[in-house]
């Protein structure tokens, strides 16, 4: 089974509303990590939170990461039609180097 | 700056044929590099990683194989291709600076495989 699970797994909104996406996981992890995927190109790295981390922000990104809950939530706000495209958490587990295991991500809608 | 190139951006085969993808990456060294699989609508899939010039990890059992002949030249074959062999292949690299060290991966644009 998935290691990330993403909430929910589309979403549609109109053009200047905010964007939340949730992920969650089973076992500890050392970072989570949200990704950004156009149709049909590869993945773009948005930001990564480490697990002593709660809260991280990169212009009209905020990350949150609750490790008790084993859970974390991408906020995207005043969301541009640019914005559309599929969003996935990945996280990196407590002893497994740098690999990565994806979620199966979340399809963002930004219409005009 | 680091750039990670993949080609082809697209490639049609038949079944049984053999395979050969290859992702190079400029401007870094002693990357570690990852080949991912994507079915369509879907997370992805690791499917080998590696940490230097000829060690390789296999994530899945499966049909393929990877070598990394070069530091920074990642290669993903397959002898006899199936029809479940289709899919988005991605490569992609990380800094290796210690292990678990909380590095992002950066990803190439993809091979669109399809096996007919």
């Known amino acids: 089974s998935q290691q990330g699970e993403e909430d929910p797994q589309a979403l549609s909104i109109q053009e200047g509303e905010n964007a939340t996406m949730n992920c969650s996981y089973k076992?500890?992890?050392?970072?989570l990590q949200w990704y950004r995927q156009n149709s049909g190109r590869g993945l773009v790295h948005l930001i990564l939170i480490r697990s002593n981390e709660r809260e991280k922000h990169s212009g009209r990104l905020r990350v949150t990461l609750d490790t008790s809950k084993k859970s974390s939530s991408l906020l995207i706000t005043a969301s541009r039609a640019a914005d559309t495209a599929s969003y996935f958490c990945a996280t990196a587990l407590t002893g497994g180097g740098n690999k990565l295991t994806f979620g199966t991500g979340t399809q963002l809608k930004v219409e005009l | 700056s680091q750039t990670i190139h993949q080609w082809p951006a697209t490639l049609v085969q038949p079944v049984g044929s053999p395979l050969s993808l290859e992702c190079t990456v400029e401007g870094t060294s002693n990357p570690n590099l990852y080949w991912y699989r994507q079915a369509a609508g879907r997370g992805l899939q690791l499917l080998f990683y590696s940490v230097g010039i000829g060690q390789i990890s296999s994530e899945v059992p499966q049909n393929l194989s990877a070598s990394r002949p070069q530091d920074r030249q990642f290669i993903l074959s397959s002898k006899k291709l199936l029809l479940s062999d289709s899919g988005f292949y991605l490569c992609?690299?990380?800094?290796?600076?210690?292990?678990?060290?909380?590095?992002?991966?950066?990803f190439g644009d993809g091979t669109r495989l399809s096996i007919l």
């Open positions: 076992t500890s992890i050392n970072n």
């Open positions: 992609a690299w990380s800094a290796a600076r210690g292990s678990g060290s909380n590095q992002p991966q950066h």
